[in-house]
């Protein structure tokens, strides 16, 4: 069974543009949820959706934001960047009602 | 903060010798939850432990849970020079859905 698949794997944009980031779930999961690391902050969550629904979010600006399609696919945006948005993007999927996240292999965004 | 904190921050043992690392965790978890991350990757699951299990075993790993101190604490046994990376405790901390809280992570080093 193929893993969790997210694209671009690196990518370098420039203040002030914005950045899509998609990621594609175990088949079968329904859950994906986002996470941010960076070396300061480490694991932050960012959101999950569920079902093409936003179930929870995490404390990040509304310049963060999230959709899931009927696929379970699912994007993240991020407008207006900042340098401190730099890190890895880090997307999960899980099973209904599973506990256990099973993650992608990121994406490394530089903000110049 | 919401997230956990590994002790201690780094650990270097030689191949063959046992590691332990700890997690503390600040609030009530319905499941505790260890994963492995080597440098630039994506995170690996580990092991899962539920808030009504004390101890779990898994190959060479060893899980531990006490709820009343709030602490976990990860063994791996007999050391590979493989099992270089960092490593994560994340809890749900009782919110619903698959929101997960990382503590800061434990950098691992295994020499040969």
């Known amino acids: 069974k193929a893993g969790v698949t997210q694209t671009p794997r690196y990518l370098i944009k420039t203040r002030g543009q914005q950045v899509t980031l998609s990621c594609s779930p175990i088949?079968?999961?329904?859950?994906v949820s986002w996470y941010q690391q960076t070396p300061g902050q480490g694991l932050q969550f960012l959101f999950e959706y569920f079902s093409e629904t936003q179930r929870n979010k995490g404390n990040f600006p509304g310049r963060f934001s999230g959709r899931q399609f009927s696929n379970s696919r699912s994007e993240m945006n991020v407008s207006t960047l900042e340098l401190g948005d730099s890190a890895l993007y880090l997307c999960?999927?899980?099973?209904?009602?599973?506990?256990?996240?099973?993650f992608g292999e990121g994406s490394w965004l530089t903000v110049v | 903060s919401q997230q956990g904190e590994e002790d201690p921050q780094a650990l270097s043992i030689q191949e063959g010798e046992n590691a332990t690392m700890n997690c503390s965790y600040k609030t009530s978890i319905n499941n505790l939850q260890w994963y492995r991350q080597n440098s630039g990757r994506g995170l690996v699951h580990l092991i899962l432990?539920?808030?009504?299990?004390r101890e779990k075993h898994s190959g060479r790993l060893r899980v531990t849970l006490d709820t009343s101190k709030k602490s976990s604490s990860l063994l791996i046994t007999a050391s590979r020079a493989a099992d270089t990376a960092s490593y994560f405790c994340?809890?749900?901390?009782?919110?619903?859905?698959?929101?997960?809280?990382f503590g800061t992570g434990t950098s691992l080093t295994v020499i040969p």
């Open positions: 432990i539920r808030s009504n299990e």
């Open positions: 994340a809890t749900d901390q009782g919110v619903g859905g698959n929101q997960f809280y």
């Open positions: 999960a999927s899980s099973l209904v009602g599973g506990n256990t996240i099973y």
């Open positions: 088949s079968g999961h329904r859950s």
